[in-house]
């Protein structure tokens, strides 16, 4: 499927929701923010990683049916595609392995839940910081918007981000891990 650019503007939208609870999910692991509280902390858990599942599939693709990918950026806009770096596949090296393993595990009720150990959270982890890498990449390109208007992403929802949102959100400010 092709998308022109005001669809990609729109997909920008929904990009910036999934970086955005990547990162503030990072954020929340990373200081312990839910520790003494294992439900909670659970969903938190699998919260990001379901928004790293749609990071790796952007990313990596490829994409299925409608969904939207980085190459659907670098084929509608030439300056786009000239300052994205190439993604050197894979990087993470088993991006691919680590994309299925969520897909079987989170996305759908599979006989891999039970059939197969299910990795420690480490395997998931080791991950973050290239994918944070590409985030960043991916928002210094020409057509990513600044970070003021990511911050307005949850308009649809009808609500402003919680600061903990918006500072990890800001392009000028990358998680660290």
């Given at each position: 499927m092709q998308f022109d650019?005001?669809?990609?503007?729109?997909?920008?939208?929904?990009?910036?929701?999934?970086?955005q609870h990547f990162r503030c999910y990072v954020q929340m692991h990373r200081n312990g923010t839910l520790d003494g509280h294992p439900t909670a902390?659970?969903?938190v858990?699998?919260?990001?990683?379901?928004?790293?599942?749609?990071?790796?599939?952007f990313f990596y693709g490829p994409t299925r049916e409608d969904?939207?990918?980085v190459g659907h950026f670098r084929r509608t806009l030439p300056e786009f595609g000239a300052k994205?770096?190439?993604?050197?596949?894979?990087?993470p090296?088993?991006?691919?392995?680590?994309?299925?393993?969520?897909?079987?595990?989170?996305?759908?009720?599979t006989a891999s839940?039970?059939?197969?150990?299910?990795?420690?959270?480490?395997?998931?982890?080791?991950?973050?910081?290239d994918m944070e890498a590409l985030i960043l990449s991916f928002q210094r390109c020409p057509a990513y918007p600044s970070a003021n208007t990511l911050c307005g992403f949850d308009a649809?929802?009808?609500?402003?981000?919680?600061?903990?949102?918006v500072n990890v959100l800001r392009a000028d400010t990358p998680t660290t891990y």
């Open positions: 650019k005001e669809q990609l503007k729109k997909a920008l939208k929904e990009f910036a929701f999934d970086v902390g659970q969903a858990v699998y919260a990001l990683l379901l928004h790293m599942r749609v990071l790796l599939d969904g939207v990918g994205f770096p190439n993604i050197k596949t894979p990087k090296r088993d991006a691919e392995e680590v994309r299925i393993n969520l897909h079987k595990r989170l996305a759908h009720l839940r039970w059939e197969k150990q299910s990795p420690h959270f480490e395997y998931y982890l080791r991950h973050f910081a649809r929802l009808g609500r402003t981000p919680p600061t903990i949102i």
